[in-house]
């Protein structure tokens, strides 16, 4: 029984920010990779930032490298996107993963709207 329950997201304009948080239960996060998609309207899904569980390394997609930045807080079993200096092009439903040795689960998805 894992479940990825996602919050944050919303609508901003050009430049603002915000911050997407991902929460796990049903499995021991520590040792959890964990990945942001996001699928923008008409589009394929992309990677766009992931962290390890082994080491906390970090990998972005070169779209948001020094925009976006990926944490996680294993005491709270959550892992978080902070989005800065939005720009329209990041307008996409988000989507969180978990990829464990017995399979992958997503969260719900968040929608984040940029208006030019």
């Known amino acids: 029984q894992v479940q990825l329950v996602q919050s944050g997201g919303g609508f901003v304009q050009t430049g603002g920010s915000l911050r997407l948080s991902c929460t796990a239960s049903?499995?021991?996060?520590?040792?959890?990779?964990v990945e942001w998609f996001r699928q923008p309207p008409g589009m394929q899904r992309e990677l766009v930032a992931s962290?390890?569980?082994?080491?906390?390394?970090?990998y972005y997609a070169d779209s948001v490298k020094a925009r976006f930045t990926i944490s996680r807080d294993n005491a709270k079993n959550t892992v978080y996107l902070q989005m800065n200096s939005l720009k329209p092009e990041d307008t996409a439903v988000y989507y969180c993963?978990?990829?464990?040795?017995?399979?992958?689960?997503w969260g719900q998805g968040t929608q984040v709207i940029v208006a030019a």
């Open positions: 993963k978990i990829a464990m040795s017995y399979g992958d689960f």
């Open positions: 049903g499995t021991d996060f520590s040792i959890a990779d």
């Open positions: 962290i390890s569980g082994s080491w906390s390394s970090t």
